[in-house]
C-alpha cells in the first residue's frame, strides 16, 4: 500500500530526476553530448516560453483526422533548423524515407492533452546513430519533466516488488479493468511518449498499449528504457531494432522480469 503509494505519488508530482553525467558528457560513439542535449533543452525552453501562445492552439486535422496545431509545427522549425540536429528528420510532420543516422521527432506528442491544458504531453527527440542506438530527450514544457540519455532514476526501479505499476491511456483502461487474475495497478495517463518517460525515469514499472504507434511516438522513449535494461515487445514479438515505422499492437514496455509476467494478459486482446 505505501509503496503503491509513493509511486502514484512520483507520477502526480513528477519529482526531479537525478543526473549523472561522465567527465565529458560523452557516450561513446554517441551523435550528441550531454552539454549538447543541455544546450538544446535550454534553447527550446526559451523558445517555447518566448515565441509561442495560446493563439498557436487553434486545431487542424491530420489525414489520418487526428489533431495538430500550430505549436507542433513552430517546434519542428525549431527542431530542425537548431545547430545539434544536422541528420536527416523523420517526424510527424516529415515522413518520407526512414534512413539512418536520424532523428526521430514527435514536436507534441499528446496533442489531444495539450489542447486540454492537463499537462500530459511531451517533445519526443531522439538522435539516432542506427535502429537500436542513439541519444534521446523527452521533455514536458508543462511540468518541467525532464529525462535524457545522460540521466538517471529517481530511484532503482530493480526494488520494486509486485504489485506492479503500470500506466495505459485513458481510452484504453476500461477495457483492461476486466483482466482476469491481473493483480497489478493501472494508471491512466496521455500520451505514450510521457508515458515511456516517466518509465524510464523509474515512476512506474511497466508501459502498455492496444493501439498501433509511429516510431516518432515512441523512439525517444524505447532508447531511454534500452539504455536502462528495459524491453519493448510489438505484437508478442521481442523488438531489437526501431527500423520500421509503424509497430502494431499489444505493445508493451518494461524490465525483463516484469514483462514476463504481465506479457501474457494483453497477448490476446
Same mark, same amino acid.
Given at each position: ?14 519529482? !526531479?530526476?537525478?543526473?549523472? $553525467? ?7 560513439? @554517441?551523435?550528441?553530448?550531454?552539454? !549538447?542535449?543541455? +544546450?538544446? %533543452? ?14 498557436? %492552439? ?9 489533431? $495538430?496545431?500550430?505549436?507542433? *509545427? !513552430? ?6 533548423? &537548431? ?7 523523420? @517526424?510527424?510532420?516529415? &515522413?518520407?524515407?526512414? +534512413? ?7 514536436? /507534441? ?27 534521446? %530527450? ?9 529525462? *535524457? ?18 500506466? =495505459? ?5 476500461? @477495457?483492461?479493468?476486466? %483482466? ?11 500520451? /505514450?511518449?510521457?508515458?515511456? #518517460? ?9 508501459? =502498455? ?20 535494461? &528495459? =524491453?519493448?515487445?510489438?505484437? #508478442?514479438?521481442? $523488438? ?13 514496455? #518494461? ?8 506479457? &501474457? ?5
Amino acid at each position: 500500500m505505501g509503496k503503491s503509494f509513493v509511486k502514484i505519488k512520483f507520477i502526480c508530482a513528477l519529482g !526531479q530526476v537525478w543526473k549523472t $553525467v561522465d567527465s565529458m558528457g560523452i557516450i561513446k560513439n @554517441s551523435m550528441v553530448t550531454s552539454p !549538447q542535449i543541455e +544546450q538544446f %533543452l535550454i534553447d527550446l525552453k526559451h523558445f517555447i516560453s518566448q515565441s509561442l501562445s495560446l493563439d498557436d %492552439l487553434k486545431i487542424s486535422l491530420k489525414s489520418d483526422n487526428s489533431p $495538430v496545431t500550430h505549436i507542433d *509545427t !513552430q517546434i519542428s522549425n525549431f527542431c530542425k533548423n &537548431h545547430p545539434v540536429c544536422t541528420a536527416s528528420f523523420y @517526424s510527424e510532420e516529415e &515522413h518520407g524515407g526512414l +534512413q539512418f543516422p536520424a532523428i526521430v521527432l514527435d514536436p /507534441i506528442d499528446g496533442t489531444k492533452e495539450l489542447v486540454k491544458m492537463n499537462g500530459e504531453c511531451v517533445v519526443s527527440i531522439a538522435w539516432m546513430k542506427n535502429s537500436s542506438e542513439g541519444e534521446a %530527450l523527452i521533455y514536458n514544457p508543462f511540468t518541467g519533466f525532464r529525462l *535524457t540519455s545522460f540521466d538517471k532514476p529517481s530511484w532503482n526501479p530493480k526494488t520494486q516488488d509486485v504489485p506492479y505499476l503500470g500506466l =495505459v491511456s485513458r481510452s484504453e483502461i476500461n @477495457s483492461m479493468r476486466d %483482466l482476469k487474475d491481473f493483480k497489478h495497478l493501472l494508471v491512466a495517463k496521455g500520451s /505514450i511518449a510521457f508515458k515511456l #518517460g516517466l518509465l524510464a525515469s523509474g515512476g512506474c514499472d511497466f508501459v =502498455v498499449s492496444l493501439k498501433p504507434k509511429s516510431i516518432w511516438d515512441i523512439a525517444a522513449g524505447t532508447l531511454l528504457g534500452w539504455q536502462r535494461g &528495459h =524491453v519493448f515487445y510489438a505484437n #508478442g514479438r521481442l $523488438v531489437k531494432e526501431l527500423d520500421e515505422k509503424r509497430y502494431e499492437p499489444p505493445l508493451v514496455w #518494461g524490465r525483463p522480469a516484469v514483462v514476463s509476467e504481465i506479457n &501474457h494478459y494483453f497477448s490476446s486482446r
